[in-house]
């Protein structure tokens, strides 16, 4: 086959994927299909737009064996990270027959291979601690870019004071990173952990939006000690990250209903414990969303509870939004992130 013909059963192939990929985001419908759009690219978010709008009829034997063959590829790329390769492989085999088998585990390969950094993706925090403790700041951010942002936060919170400050402002001031930058640093992971991952194109990586997703994983005590020490060193960009963030002193900004739905959610020893220190402005607002019942039922238990660790206010505190950030996810509750003029609605 020459190279010509090569190049054009390439570019068909990439085409029959993405009308497959539209196809699938109009089989789940307009909600769920704006949760998939949260995690993509602008240009693939403008590619698969394109594709969804030039979709023609379709038959349901066309829509059926796209979200088959979708499911399939899912499941693979889920055995494959939690089982290994050779797991995947037998599975498959004995559910889908070899000749199945084989064209996913090539398919998902080349999905895993094309992600740098990938064998740090499973890793425990703590032993990709120990991988990276010795490492530049701004190689730990790049990596930590790579990450989802709940397994980032908990590297970062392994990290010394110092160095997880400064990582957090390289990731902060991190923008669109050439691939000559990202040859470099795997070159040198290659050379340490003899592994070698290819990036073809600029990949839009960290940024302040990242950090304040990852910030918003860390636990209170650790957010509060970044913020101490960033606000000194750069209080324009820590005071730019909270912007973005939502924490436990945004529900001032709440509306009624969806303070009185996440107090429906919470355990009273919680809010006890979170209003321990809270201003009389924020009690009043807890007090005023709640039944009398349970209004009183606080306030004895905030008279007889002494002794409190700031800790456990923290944690109770951090509980709290996470029950807030879990019902936004489902659309049950409206907030407002600092420094945003604008509702954000999930």
Known sequence: MSETENLNREEDLLTDAKSKAALVVVSL???RASQIYKYLSEQDIEDLTF???KLGKTNNSQVEATLDEYYKLCLTHKMMTDGGLDYARNVLEKAFGESTARNLLEKVSKTLQSKPFNFFMKGDPKALFSLLQNERPQ???LIMAYMDTAQAAQVLEE?????RIQTVESMARMDRVSPDAIAIVEEE?????ATIITSEDNMSLGGVDYVADMMNHVDRSSERKIFEELGKRNPELAQTIRDKMFVFENIMDMDDR???RFIRECDTKDIV???KNASEEMRTIFFGNMSKRTMDTVKADLEITTNVRLKDVEEAQQRIVNIIRNLEEQGEVIIKKGGEGDDIIV
């Open 139 to 141: 190689v730990i951010a």
């Open 51 to 53: 594709e969804v709008a």
């Open 273 to 275: 414990y979170a209003l």
């Open 159 to 163: 990290l010394p004071d110092e160095k």
């Open 258 to 260: 969806s303070v009185q």
């Open 189 to 193: 992971m290659k050379r340490k952990f």
């Open 29 to 31: 419908g307009a909600d």
